[in-house]
């Protein structure tokens, strides 16, 4: 099993670059790498990831030399912009040139972090994406979007930076923890509403077999591919989120004011995705009349992956407070991602915040 999806990043085709996907990592991906012929290849992860997957990363290490592995702290928290001085001076004092790569090996706060370092050390060195969560997999490896984190906001510093390639071996999943799997499949249910085959498909895998730990890698590698391909289709029509890009902020708007209300500690980002989508559904039926029968089909998929559909007791004024108040937010206009139906998004419109203090009553109604 071993695959292969171009990204073309259609307005700087030099941009353009290949996802390949495997079981297991490939011994000629260690060849793949070489031949950037990197000056130095500095491998970022951090120490989860290093303790389970220790034997990988330094065989990768001693494949490419010259090289240098820094282990940081697991955690949100260390995707703050106070920590990218010491990894800029290390680099720096290890001679790192324009012609040197990071190779990123971790879920997406390394890949956000380390993908940061990589467009700004001097101006831009080589980047490498090696995701190792489900999320980082179907999302957060894809798309160059990549930031860092400050005090009154996450992801507030960042930039648009390409990886030269991304190396998806899904033999990492083995050890990823139970909680970190909602995450990913919050992300790819979203996938599967922007695109209808990729929707159909999803959909018979979870109502024929509903418990995603039997799903074996041949199954896992095709859901993952055609998942990250709703992203890829996208980004490739819009890099920089001028428009189009935004339609993967479909359910984020309200998961984003529930992350912010709770201080980022008490939610994972795919609880509270799975949280916000539901909402999403909600209002799309109010605005776009999304039917019954859509709504209640992607409940039940939900369900059956046993994503959280409920409001967790959160006060639709103190939710609608942070959608206010979101730092992103354009002269106080909430934008707003509804559906009209599988596969059809709608961007570009504005949330009536009366809209959202009924939908989460609803949601409160309907889920608890
Ligand atoms: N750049 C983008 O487009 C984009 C998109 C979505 C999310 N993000 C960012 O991604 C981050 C969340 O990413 P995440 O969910 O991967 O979180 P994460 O990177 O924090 O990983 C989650 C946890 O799993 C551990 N882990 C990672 N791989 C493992 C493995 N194979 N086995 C065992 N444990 C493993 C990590 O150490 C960590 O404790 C957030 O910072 C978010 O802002 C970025």
């Known amino acids: 099993m071993y695959q292969q999806l171009f990204i073309p990043i259609e307005e700087h085709i030099n941009k353009s670059y290949n996802i390949y996907f495997s079981d297991d990592f490939k011994k000629d991906w260690f060849d793949l790498l070489k031949n950037f012929r990197f000056t130095k290849n500095v491998l970022i992860t951090d120490d989860n990831v290093f303790t389970y997957h220790k034997e990988l990363i330094q065989t990768l290490a001693n494949q490419l030399q010259p090289s240098k592995i820094i282990v940081r702290p697991k955690g949100e928290e260390y ?53 190792t969560t489900l999320l980082a997999m179907v999302d957060s490896s894809v798309g160059g979007k990549v930031a860092v984190n400050v005090d009154v906001g996450k992801n507030m510093i960042g930039s648009f930076y390409q990886p030269r390639v991304v190396l998806c071996s899904l033999a990492f999943l083995r050890t990823l923890p139970e909680k970190e799997w909602i995450c990913g499949l919050a992300e790819m249910v979203k996938h599967a509403l922007l695109k209808r085959n990729v929707y159909e498909n999803f959909k018979k895998v979870v109502f024929n077999q509903p418990d995603y730990k039997t799903w074996d890698f041949e199954l896992w590698n095709r859901l993952i591919y055609e998942s990250i391909q709703v992203k890829a289709e996208v980004v490739s029509k819009d890099e920089k989120e001028s428009g189009l890009r935004s339609i993967l902020n479909l359910g984020h708007t309200v998961a984003h004011a529930i992350e912010s209300l709770t201080n980022y500690k008490e939610f994972s980002h795919g609880e509270a995705v799975s949280r916000g989508l539901v909402t999403a559904l909600l209002l799309s039926k109010k605005k776009f009349q999304l039917s019954d029968k859509i709504i209640e089909e992607v409940i039940q998929i939900m369900r059956l992956l046993k ?40 961007y570009d419109l504005e949330l009536d915040i009366q809209d959202f203090l009924d939908a989460w009553m609803l949601q409160k109604d309907l889920f608890g």
């Open 307 to 346: 994503l959280p559909l409920d409001t967790a007791n959160l006060k639709a004024n103190e939710i609608a407070h942070h959608l206010i108040y979101d730092k992103k937010n354009q002269k106080g206009k909430i934008k707003y991602i509804y559906l009209k139906d599988i596969g059809n998004p709608v």
């Open 79 to 131: 995707k703050h912009i106070k920590y990218t001085q010491e990894i800029y001076e290390d680099l720096i004092q290890y001679e790192v040139d324009r012609k040197s790569g990071i190779i990123a090996v971790g879920g997406g706060v390394i890949g956000d972090f380390a993908g940061f370092i990589a467009s700004t050390l001097l101006r831009g060195i080589g980047f490498v994406q090696i995701p």
